[in-house]
């Protein structure tokens, strides 16, 4: 079964607008971890935002924010303000707290267009 | 710039070659991955080693062969790989096994003709 699904394959957003990024999780665990990455065309996955089952706040870093709505088991990036360098795929992923605890498992990706 | 990299960037082989793709990383981490994504396909992860010891094998076939000399260098041996193997392939290390951040690197186009 998909741990972790994306249903926005793409999006588009104007510049300077927030965007919202849905995700959705599956797992039986207590304590489990979820992150967001970017993937610009480049290649190479940035490590954006973390938020721990655990964490009561929703995480925050700088113009990204992490919608976590944990009895809906759905994990939401915001993306405030958006610019033109934010154009790429954006990748959900989860970490679960059993004996793998270095595996992510990632989601398909949904991919941003920022339009100027 | 990244503290993850990659060579080559840009790998075409034929099925019968034998190649390495390379990673290093500065960050003074513990654990390694090899990560495959394909196209419309989530990323899998191939490898882990933690201390230079695999300690994930994610049912990947034979032709790959992942080798860790030592914590801050990575290979992925690559022989008589299929055109479905044609995919981006990503490094990454983390500060150990357990730590939730990974750093990855700028990935290895590989296709195979």
């Known amino acids: 079964a998909q741990k972790i699904t994306q249903t926005q394959p793409g999006m588009f957003v104007q510049e300077k607008e927030a965007v919202t990024l849905d995700c959705t999780y599956d797992t039986s665990d207590q304590s489990y971890g979820l992150f967001w990455y970017k993937q610009p065309s480049s290649g190479e996955m940035i490590f954006l935002i973390y938020q721990g089952s655990y964490d009561e706040q929703n995480a925050t870093e700088g113009r990204y924010s992490l919608n976590f709505q944990k009895a809906r088991k759905s994990a939401n990036l915001v993306i405030s303000a958006s610019q033109l360098g934010d154009s790429a795929m954006y990748f959900c992923a989860m970490r679960e707290g059993h004996s793998n605890d270095y595996k992510l498992s990632f989601g398909a990706g949904t991919t941003v267009t920022v339009r100027a | 710039e990244t503290g993850v990299t990659q060579t080559p960037r840009h790998l075409v082989m034929g099925m019968t070659n034998k190649k390495s793709l390379k990673c290093e990383q500065h960050l003074g981490h513990n654990a390694m991955y090899w990560y495959k994504q394909s196209a419309k396909k989530p990323l899998e992860l191939m490898f882990v080693?933690?201390?230079?010891?695999?300690?994930e094998n994610n049912s990947v076939p034979s032709r790959f062969s992942p080798e860790c000399p030592n914590s801050s260098h990575l290979f992925l041996h690559l022989h008589t790989l299929q055109p479905e193997d044609s995919a981006l392939y990503l490094c990454?290390?983390?500060?150990?096994?357990?730590?939730?951040?990974?750093?990855f690197g700028p990935g290895t186009r590989l296709t195979v003709t």
């Open positions: 990454a290390s983390s500060r150990n096994r357990v730590s939730y951040e990974q750093y």
């Open positions: 080693y933690s201390l230079e010891e695999r300690v």
